[in-house]
């Protein structure tokens, strides 16, 4: 069974940082590229970033390009999401998806709420 568990969300100010991670099991992670979607209230999921199974290929939407960094630990099933320079329209729930794109298994999320 696919499991992916987000953590590492939570409040934060405009300007700030937080480290999003996502626990994988239950599936080969090391030869699964893996993405990041968010999802404000009331909207349409955003694919925001991407990265193959190994690692050196990466995607970001230009909405967060610059300011988020996606990286993996395949040794430890392992997906990360850097975001700095947080903005308040980055407020979204976050989920980690198996696969190239917003569509595939994904876990329960965490939230991310950048306010003053």
Known sequence: ????????GGLVQPGGSLRLSCAASGFSFGSSDMSWVRQAPGE???????????????FYDNSVKGR????????KNTLFLQMNSLKPDDTAVYYCVRGWGPVGSRGQGTQVTVAS
């Open 68 to 75: 988020f960094a996606i990286s993996r630990d395949n040794a």
């Open 44 to 58: 349409d999921p955003d694919w925001i970033s991407a990265i193959r199974s190994g690692g050196v290929v990466k």
């Open 1 to 8: 069974e696919v499991q992916l568990v987000e953590s590492g």
